[in-house]
Nanobody, 128 residues
Framework: QVRLVQSGGGLVQAGGSLRLSCVAS????????MGWFRQAPGKEREFVAD???????????VYADSVKGRFTISRDNTNGTVFLQMNSLKPEDKAVYYC??????????????????WGQGTQVTVSS
């Protein structure tokens, strides 16, 4: 069983930045694809970004159109950690953010069904 522990998040003004982190309990995670999703009040969970284990190669990262150019996903395989750097935050980015792990290697997916393990969620609030 893989456990994902998230940190970061909080309250920021529009235009500001936040960084989310997600640490896995097992080293095997270095071979997993990792994703970030978010869920705003009254809305369904939506895809934000994902990265395969070899994310340094071209084509191994995908972003939702709504965050492209503002958010950056990255990972540190040595430490089993994935990050989400969020810049130029907007009020509509307010949501609970979740990291997730997909045990299928080298798969990019924007569907939450593809992911096997989930973090506990962390609140991001952006004031206007």
């Amino acid at each position: 069983q893989v456990r994902l522990v998230q940190s970061g998040g909080g309250l920021v003004q529009a235009g500001g930045s936040l960084r989310l982190s997600c640490v896995a309990s097992q080293r095997d995670i270095q071979l997993y694809s990792m994703g970030w999703f978010r869920q705003a009040p009254g809305k369904e969970r939506e895809f934000v970004a994902d990265i395969t284990w070899d994310g340094w190669l071209a084509g191994r990262i995908v972003y939702a159109d709504s965050v492209k150019g503002r958010f950056t996903i990255s990972r540190d395989n040595t430490n089993g950690t994935v990050f989400l750097q969020m810049n130029s935050l907007k009020p509509e980015d307010k949501a609970v953010y979740y990291c997730a792990a997909d045990s299928t290697p080298v798969r990019l997916s924007d569907s939450s069904d593809a992911y096997d393990y989930w973090g506990q969620g962390t609140q991001v609030t952006v004031s206007s």
